[in-house]
T-cell receptor
């Protein structure tokens, strides 16, 4: 599974767009890029997943360039409730050989201020 | 649907005591997982169960045992608790739709364990 590197912390303000970039230089062909969000005292929650180019859902957008060595999670118009830890993971496509436990790093602690 | 539920929410143990953490999911998922999260760290996989009747070790299995009781339930047992096992424990489940298909893991609310 790809080893990922992301900033330890970021600050922003309500109403701003926030972009969190993750580096994954050794990403494998079978790896998807997946982002999870974790609030204090809660389990992680899936946000978005992609393989290449751009993916958008109701929560966020994910941009993955052609070389797939990095990805950017974009949160539009953040609010105070977006304060959380965001994890970027390299996720291998399930091959049927066993379980697919996730490999979490320390994540990015995003703090949104009024 | 309740999703993934865990009991207890919080537990204090003395060194050497044993306990079982319970996890259940009502989403008919095949795969279930136990993770631990230490302060300021990401989650680390302890054990997993790809399907009912099977279990296997993850990254940090020492000091733990698991039981996949049925498709819904996956328990984690500490036979002789140690202070190093003080952590937050998360259970998760995953719908594996098939080979080559990515799945999303759903996490429970966690069990906070303090070993004195």
């Amino acid at each position: 599974l790809a080893k990922t590197t992301q900033p330890i912390s970021m600050d922003s303000y309500e109403g701003q767009e926030v972009n969190i970039t993750c580096s994954h230089n050794n990403i494998a062909t079978n790896d998807y890029i997946t982002w999870y969000q974790q609030f204090p005292s809660q389990g992680p929650r899936f946000i978005i997943q992609g393989y290449k180019t751009k993916v958008t859902n109701e929560v966020a957008s994910l941009f993955i360039p052609a070389d797939r060595k990095s990805s950017t999670l974009s949160l539009p118009r953040v609010s105070l409730s977006d304060t959380a830890v965001y994890y970027c993971l390299g996720r291998e496509v399930y091959s049927g050989g066993g379980a697919d436990g996730l490999t979490f790093g320390k994540g990015t602690h995003l703090i949104i201020q009024p | 649907n309740a999703g993934v539920t865990q009991t207890p929410k919080f537990q204090v143990l003395k060194t050497g005591q044993s306990m079982t953490l319970q996890c259940a999911q009502d989403m008919n998922h095949n795969s279930m997982y136990w993770y631990r999260q230490d302060p300021g760290m990401g989650l680390r996989l302890i054990y997993y169960s790809a399907s009912e009747g099977t279990t296997d070790k993850g990254e940090v299995p020492n000091g733990y045992n698991v039981s996949r009781l049925n498709k819904r339930e996956f328990s984690l047992r500490l036979e002789s608790a140690a202070p190093s096992q003080t952590s937050v424990y998360f259970c998760a489940s995953n719908e594996i739709a098939g080979v080559g298909v990515k799945g999303t893991q759903y996490f429970g609310p966690g069990t906070r364990l303090l070993v004195l």
